[in-house]
Structure formats: C-alpha cells, structure tokens
C-alpha cells in the first residue's frame, strides 16, 4: 500500500519551488481558512474546555487549526469530560465499597463500578474512533494534494510527431 504524501511543512530535499508552490496551493484547497471554534457547551464544560484548548494550540502548531474539523473535536472534548466524571464517579463507588461492612453492600458497589468501568469503556471507544477518523481525515485531504506536477504536453511537438 503506497504510503500518503506528505504535509509541505515536513518536505525536504530535492523539491523544485515550482512543486513546492503547487503542494501549497492543494493544501490549502482542502481547509477553510477559518479557525476551529468552541461550542457553547464545551465552553461552559470545565474539562472539555480545557482538552480543547489543549487541542487547538496541537493543530495550531502543525498548522490544521481549521473550522472543518470544529465538530469533531468538540464532540472529542465533550467525550473527554463525561470520561473524567464516570471516572470520578467511579472512584468513589470504589472507595464507598471498600468502606461497606457488610459484604452484599460491597458487592453491590462493585457492581455498579463494574457498570461504570462498562461505559467508561464504550467513551473510550468512541474516542478512540474519533482519534483514528480525524487523523484518517488529514491524511485524505494530503492525499488530494497532486505528489507531482501534471507534464504540460508541448504543442509543436505534438504537431510535428503526427
């Protein structure tokens, strides 16, 4: 399987200018030109606020800080949190059944962590799918980007071979 091209930013070696202009020019094609924005209820969301600013100084430093992937990483940052309170949560369930005298008031706290272990799970999926569809979604916009330049076929030459 061929590999994607790469960004322009991490091109080196014996790239003409000429194809250095026309990678540019693909690249910026694929964006908007707007910067990525925070919805209202991740920024009323502590947490998710925080994983999105985190995540916004990333995609500035490698220059995809692009509103077409707004969405995503807003549902990326909500996921994020709600992963944090289950987490929460769950620490106290089990310090609550560590706590329990009687053994069925333990076992039933455990069950509710194991629970609370089961959706923390499925976040973490989603996540992990969000993770590996926003990477797959800059990787097709470089693939969009033309690896070489189309040769301009020369007229005379043509005219002249037949």
């Given at each position: 399987?061929?590999?994607?091209?790469?960004?322009?930013?991490?091109?080196?070696?014996?790239?003409?200018?000429?194809?250095?202009?026309?990678?540019?020019?693909?690249?910026?094609?694929?964006?908007?030109?707007?910067?990525?924005r925070e919805?209202?209820?991740?920024?009323?969301?502590?947490?998710?606020h925080k994983?999105?600013?985190?995540?916004?100084?990333?995609?500035?430093?490698?220059?995809?800080?692009?509103?077409?992937?707004?969405?995503?990483?807003?549902?990326?940052?909500?996921?994020?949190?709600?992963?944090?309170?289950?987490?929460?949560?769950?620490?106290?369930?089990?310090?609550?059944?560590?706590?329990?005298?009687?053994?069925?008031?333990?076992?039933?706290?455990?069950?509710?962590?194991?629970?609370?272990?089961?959706?923390?799970?499925?976040?973490?999926?989603m996540m992990?799918?969000?993770?590996?569809?926003?990477?797959?979604?800059?990787?097709?916009?470089?693939?969009?980007?033309?690896?070489?330049?189309?040769?301009?076929?020369?007229?005379?030459?043509?005219?002249?071979?037949?």
């Amino acid at each position: 399987m061929p590999r994607p091209s790469k960004s322009i930013l991490t091109l080196q070696g014996h790239r003409t200018k000429q194809e250095i202009a026309i990678r540019k020019q693909g690249e910026a094609g694929t964006l908007t030109g707007e910067p990525m924005r925070e919805h209202g209820e991740v920024r009323n969301n502590l947490d998710a606020h925080k994983e999105f600013m985190r995540l916004r100084k990333l995609f500035r430093k490698i220059e995809k800080d692009d509103d077409i992937y707004s969405q995503t990483i807003n549902r990326y940052c909500l996921l994020h949190s709600e992963c944090m309170a289950i987490e929460g949560r769950k620490a106290k369930l089990e310090q609550l059944g560590n706590d329990a005298e009687d053994p069925k008031d333990a076992l039933a706290f455990y069950k509710l962590v194991n629970d609370l272990d089961r959706e923390l799970m499925s976040k973490r999926k989603m996540m992990m799918e969000i993770e590996d569809k926003n990477l797959m979604n800059i990787q097709s916009a470089l693939r969009n980007i033309p690896k070489r330049q189309e040769d301009k076929k020369n007229p005379l030459k043509e005219a002249l071979s037949g």
